[in-house]
């Protein structure tokens, strides 16, 4: 069951134990003054919700190192830093998500590192130590496809234990899905998220 908590601050929310903000929000909205993401890294997307419903039930271990790859404002990767002290760093190609990411962090009281980069751009180097891969809402194009496949087979090269992605269900994540499966264990399975309201979609894994 849900837990419902009362906030004063109308625009400010709660889904799976962690704060967070809607665009109306007077940090967010004074945030946009100086930046102003551009590839969709706008609000928390619900996809993100999918993957606090998922590790609830397949839990992290304890200050497991996470890496949010199209991280935005980071909701994922900040609910694996408070409910797991995982150690997660957020990657996105645009700089300006960064400092509502920030502030995110900082009401949910974890600290997650962030670095500037693109799905292609990200090494074997960058990879290594990781425990999970996670994203949610990140293959929304059909140019998406392929660099998400190969970052997971570097990921899986790297010996990173899992890629976790959620998505609504759009047809290029269900593309990389498929071809994942040709060279990884791979279930893609309809998820659905209750907080802050339903949400549904897949989520797929592959290790
Ligand atoms: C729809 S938003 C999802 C944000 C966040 N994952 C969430 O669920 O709230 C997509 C994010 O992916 C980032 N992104 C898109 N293409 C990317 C690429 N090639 N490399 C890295 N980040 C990318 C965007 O900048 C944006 O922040």
Known sequence: MPRL??????????????????SNH????????????SVHGH???RSSYLLMDYFGLKPLPRRARVMEVGCGWGPAGIFCAREFQARVTGVDMDEDV????????ALNEVEVKSVRKRFQDITK????????????????????TKPLFNLTRRAMDAGVKQVVFADPGRSP??????????????????????????????VMVVR
């Open 26 to 37: 007077r940090f967010v909205r004074r945030l946009k003054n100086y930046y102003s993401p």
């Open 125 to 144: 180097r960058d990879l290594a130590g990781q425990h999970t891969l996670i994203g949610s809402d990140i293959c929304f194009w059909d140019s998406m």
């Open 43 to 45: 609000k928390t997307w």
């Open 98 to 105: 960064f400092p509502f990411l920030d502030v995110l962090a």
């Open 5 to 22: 908590e009362e906030l004063d601050d109308p625009h400010m929310f709660e889904a799976y134990g962690l704060y967070l903000l809607t």
């Open 173 to 202: 994540f269900h593309a990389l899905a498929d071809r994942c499966e040709k060279y990884f264990d791979v279930t893609c399975e309809p998820w659905y998220a209750l907080e802050p309201k339903r949400s549904e979609g897949y």
